[in-house]
C-alpha cells in the first residue's frame, strides 16, 4: 500500500468500448474522469493566471513540477510555508510530475547511474543529484495529491539495447520510490500523508518492452499507472498503437494517465484507447502565441484577417475571453504585446480543453462517446 485511503477510490461508472468514466476519490477531493490536467510547472498557469481564474475555467487537477520548484524556490521552503495546496491557494488535487523527464530534457551534461541522476541546474548550474528517494522526500515536502514515480524518459526512436537497460532501472527506481512513500507517509511532520503513488511505464515503440514493463510495474500495486515517454519523436499511429498495446496489460481497476500528451485528437482517441488522465502544455504555449482552439479548427489572432472581427473566439463560448471581447481586441493586446491578450488566448484554450473533457464525461454517461467523438474530430478538422 502506498498511499491509499481505500480499495474502491478509482470506480468506473460507465464503459463504451475501452473508453472509461470513472470517478477517483482523494484526499482533496474527486477528480471525475477523463480528465485533463492544467499544467502550472512552477506553481502557476504560463500566461497570467490566477487559481481564482482556475476555479471559474473549469479545472479539476493542476499539475506542478518536482524537478522546478526543487530549484526554485525550494521544496523546503514549500513545506515551512504548509505545502503546495496552502502556498497556491489552491484546495483541489495536485499531481506533481517526478522531474524525471525534466532531468533528462534540461540539464545537458549529466549521469546516469544505478543510485539516481547526477546533473547541473539549468538556472544557475549548481551540481544536484536527483533519484527515486529524492524525488519522493521533495514530493512529499510539496505534499501534491498525486507524486509520480522517478524514472528514466527514453527518447521514442533511441536503440532497443538502451531502452532495455533503461526500462529495467526504471522497474527497480519503482520499487524504491514506493519503499520511500511508505516511510514518508508514516512521518510525524508530513503534510499529506495521504499521498497517492503512480507508477510509469516505459519501453519507447518497442511492444514487447511496453508490456513487460507494464506487467512488472502492475504487480506493485501502485495508486495509478501512466504511459511515458510518448508524443517525443514518433508518429501518432505510432503512439495511438503503444496505448493500444499496453493499457490491457495495466491494472483494469487503476487510473491510466498518458503523460504529456496532447491534441484534442490525441486526446480522444486516447480516452477511446481506456486513457483517463491527460497533460499538455499545448493549450497555455499555443495560447500564449495567439493560436486558439475552437470547435472548427485551430485560428491565429495576429493572422490580419481577424482585424475588425467583432465576433467572439468562438460564439457561444463561455470563457471569460468568449463572454466580453471580440477577435480584433484581444488580436490588437497580442500585436501591443500586452499582457491581458495572452492572459485571454490561454483562459479560452484551457476553457476549451476543460470543457471538451466535459463533454467526453456527458457522451459517455450517455453511451455516445463514439459519435461525439465523430463530430468533435469532423468539426475540429484543421486542429
Known amino acids: 500500500m502506498t498511499g491509499r485511503l481505500k ?21 482533496h477531493g474527486t477528480i471525475q474522469t477523463p480528465v485533463f490536467m492544467n499544467v502550472g510547472t512552477a506553481a502557476a498557469i504560463k500566461g497570467a493566471v490566477s487559481t481564482e481564474d482556475l476555479e471559474g475555467i473549469k479545472t479539476q487537477v493542476e499539475l506542478s513540477n518536482t524537478y522546478h520548484l526543487h530549484v526554485r524556490p525550494g521544496d523546503k521552503i514549500i513545506k515551512q510555508l504548509g505545502g503546495l495546496h496552502k502556498f497556491m491557494s489552491w484546495n483541489k488535487p495536485i499531481l506533481t510530475d517526478s522531474g524525471g523527464f525534466q532531468v533528462f530534457s534540461l540539464a545537458g551534461l549529466r549521469k546516469i547511474k544505478e543510485e539516481g541522476v547526477y546533473f547541473n ?23 501534491s495529491t498525486i507524486a509520480m514515480a522517478f524514472d528514466e524518459c527514453p527518447s521514442s526512436v533511441a536503440e532497443r539495447k538502451y531502452v532495455e537497460d533503461s526500462v ?43 508490456i513487460e514493463h507494464a506487467k512488472r510495474i502492475s504487480e506493485l500495486e501502485c495508486d495509478g499507472y501512466a504511459i511515458g515517454g510518448l508524443a517525443v519523436g514518433e508518429s501518432h499511429e505510432q503512439m495511438y498503437h503503444v496505448i493500444e498495446e499496453t493499457v490491457p496489460y495495466l491494472p483494469k481497476d487503476k487510473p491510466t494517465y498518458l503523460m504529456g500528451v ?122
Open 7 to 27: 480499495e474502491d477510490m478509482y470506480k468506473i461508472l460507465k464503459q463504451e468500448g475501452s473508453a472509461k468514466r470513472a470517478e477517483f476519490e482523494t484526499v
Open 121 to 143: 541546474s539549468h538556472v544557475d548550474g549548481r551540481k544536484i543529484f536527483m533519484g527515486p528517494e529524492e524525488s519522493m522526500q521533495i514530493q512529499s515536502n510539496l505534499a
Open 262 to 383: 496532447g491534441t484534442p485528437a490525441n486526446i480522444l482517441e486516447a480516452v477511446e484507447r481506456g486513457v483517463d488522465f491527460f497533460d499538455c502544455v499545448y493549450p497555455t504555449r499555443n495560447g500564449r502565441h495567439g493560436h486558439l482552439y475552437t470547435n472548427h479548427g485551430k485560428i491565429n489572432l495576429f493572422n490580419a484577417q481577424y482585424e475588425l472581427d467583432d465576433r467572439p473566439i468562438e460564439e457561444g463560448c463561455q470563457c471569460p475571453a468568449c463572454r466580453r471581447y471580440s477577435r480584433a481586441y484581444i488580436r490588437h493586446l497580442l500585436k501591443a504585446k500586452e499582457m491581458l491578450g495572452m492572459r485571454l488566448c490561454v483562459l479560452h484554450n484551457l476553457y476549451f480543453y476543460n470543457t471538451m473533457m466535459e463533454e467526453i464525461r456527458d457522451a459517455l454517461d450517455r453511451g455516445e462517446f463514439a459519435a461525439y467523438k465523430k463530430w468533435k474530430l469532423e468539426g475540429m478538422q484543421n486542429s
Open 168 to 210: 529495467a532501472r526504471t522497474a527497480r527506481w519503482l520499487e524504491r520510490c514506493k519503499k520511500e512513500m511508505q516511510r514518508l507517509n508514516g512521518l510525524d511532520d508530513t503534510i499529506n500523508k495521504k499521498q497517492l503513488l503512480f507508477g510509469i511505464n516505459q519501453g519507447a515503440v518497442y511492444d514487447d518492452i511496453r
